[in-house]
């Protein structure tokens, strides 16, 4: 019998497949759909300091291979989630993360601080694919030293739970960023983020997506992703957690391969919110077929 149970930074979990943040709202609505208690864990939507609304419609538009979304970040804020989400998450038995965002440095010490006095996190992941606004718009993710002031801050803050740093793909090499991450206190990366994108309606002469750009996820981009949490995992010796159009059982496994030590699900959730839980089985069913005993025996053994 092949066991799925794993552990990331030192947090128990069934199997190591989680959903992701943005594609799971804050999991307490897909209670009635899927049993959240046999997911290896889930991300809730991003959380900022206020609340905030989100972009123009149309927000989502389904490309070929995937799918590019501009949400916005829409969110409740931090206050009102822990009122509101966090008690019913707290009385899970499966590890709840909180996806973390903000316009600047203090925004995201901010919402981690909150966070700390309550209850019924396993842990944080900071989103940092956000300009900011402090430094002209910056990209967090685009430039090591403010990506260096981001998680060191967002560390101070972060007593009582381990913190994963969310990385984006839109940079020239990741290593150089996993390496920040890793030097400025995070326990664990996660990547890919969304790529970039943009859609064109040729009879209106206007882009698909309200805001203009929009990040695309889906089946399109999990070669790329895969081979930079492949980057990302030599680069490293904290965990990486790995996600960008894993749809499948066997999608899973090569993450794992290439050095994730979990992996999260996302736009698979929009047409099926239990893709998680199948995707967990499947995985499972490989272990079985390949006689591997433990999934951790998957991680980091490509042959390149």
Same mark, same amino acid.
């Given at each position: 019998m092949s066991s799925l149970a794993t552990s990331l930074c030192g947090i128990a979990l069934k199997n190591p497949v989680l959903a992701a943040s943005g594609t799971f709202a804050y999991g307490v609505e897909f209670a009635k759909q899927v049993d959240l208690n046999a997911l290896g864990g889930f991300v809730v939507k991003g959380l900022s300091r206020e609340p905030i609304e989100g972009n123009a419609p149309p927000r989502v538009h389904e490309t070929e291979a995937g799918m590019i979304n501009s949400i916005g970040l829409q969110n409740i804020g931090v206050r009102a989630f822990v009122e509101q989400k966090l008690p019913a998450l707290a009385a899970l038995d499966t590890a709840v993360f909180a996806n973390?965002? !903000?316009?600047?440095?203090?925004d995201y010490a901010e919402v981690i601080r909150v966070l700390e006095? +309550?209850?019924?996190? /396993? !842990?944080y992941e900071l989103n940092v694919s956000c300009p900011?606004?402090? +430094?002209?718009? %910056?990209? $967090?993710s685009n430039d090591p030293g403010l990506l260096a002031e981001v998680v060191t801050a967002a560390k101070r803050v972060a007593r009582r739970r381990p913190l994963m740093v969310k990385l984006s793909p839109n940079v020239a /090499? %990741?290593?150089?960023?996993?390496k920040t991450a890793e030097e400025s206190g995070a326990d664990a990366i996660s990547l890919v983020n969304t790529f970039i994108s943009l859609a064109i309606d040729p009879h209106t002469r206007k882009?698909?997506?309200?805001a203009g750009f929009g990040g695309l996820s889906g089946p399109a981009i999990k070669p790329i992703a895969l081979r930079l949490v492949y980057q990302a995992a030599r680069a490293v010796k904290i965990p990486v957690v790995g996600l960008g159009g894993i749809a499948t059982g066997m999608d899973a496994a090569e993450f794992l391969i290439a050095g #994730?030590? #979990?992996v999260q699900v996302g736009t698979a959730? $929009?047409?099926?919110?239990r893709s998680p839980?199948? %995707?967990a089985r499947e995985l499972g069913k490989f272990l079985k077929r390949e006689g591997v005993a433990e999934v951790g025996k998957l991680v980091g053994i490509i042959k390149l």
């Open positions: 973390v965002f !903000g316009n600047c440095t203090d006095d +309550h209850e019924g996190l /396993a !842990g900011n606004t402090a +430094h002209g718009g %910056i990209y $967090f /090499a %990741i290593e150089p960023l996993a882009s698909r997506i309200g #994730a030590t #979990a959730t $929009f047409w099926d919110p839980l199948r %995707i």
